[in-house]
């Protein structure tokens, strides 16, 4: 796949892990880590330019992302809620790119081709946010235009990337990826089961 450096990724990775009661991002996933392959995917995807989120257990994180080299961000603020760390990924990236994915840190089912044909839909039609959709549904990672980035630094950490993205739903695209890795995150240890599950059949 051909590298994207107009394109770059956030990872968020600074959650609390309350109901799994383990950390997510370092859970096994097959020979890796559920972060590992988050970042995994992205790469496949040609996606170069990647920034992770950490906050809750970061010391822990840090030396993975750095074993990796992969460029992490600190949020001091994690507790505010996931768009916090949103902002201080975006916050983080550096300037030229066309657009971000958003990516939380636990859905390592995702698939590199739902990344890539989201690209493709952006190449034929650069602007707004893409969503990738199964059977209908909206999941993770939305493919969102850096015009968006001053108005997300600028609303309350606190805010809801669902609801902030609402307002820009006229600019939105929905794109049928047939991917269900998108509508899975590991909230969950059952959740965990039964994704490690599917990594193996696959």
Request: include cysteine; aromatic fraction near 8%.
């Amino acid at each position: 796949m051909a590298a994207r450096r107009d394109l770059a990724a956030v990872v968020l990775a600074a959650g609390y892990s309350r109901r799994m009661g383990a950390f997510k991002p370092l859970l096994p996933f097959g020979a890796t880590t559920v972060i590992e392959r988050v970042i995994a995917t992205i790469h496949e995807a040609g996606v170069e330019t990647i920034r992770v989120v950490v906050g809750w257990q970061a010391e822990q994180l840090i030396p993975v992302l750095a074993r990796c080299g992969i460029p992490w961000v600190r949020n001091e603020g994690f507790e505010d809620g996931m768009f916090s760390s949103v902002q201080a990924g975006v916050r983080s990236l550096p300037s030229g790119l066309r657009a971000f994915f958003i990516l939380p840190g636990d859905m390592p089912l995702v698939q590199p081709a739902t990344l890539t044909r989201l690209i493709a839909a952006w190449d034929a039609q650069p602007g707004g946010a893409l969503y990738p959709c199964y059977q209908g549904r909206r999941g993770h990672p939305p493919l969102i235009a850096t015009d968006y980035t001053p108005e997300i630094l600028l609303a309350t950490p606190s805010a809801v990337l669902r609801e902030f993205l609402a307002r820009h739903a006229q600019d939105a695209r929905e794109i049928e990826c047939g991917d269900p890795g998108i509508l899975i995150d590991l909230d969950t240890p059952d959740e965990y089961r039964q994704s490690v599950e599917k990594r193996d059949l696959a």
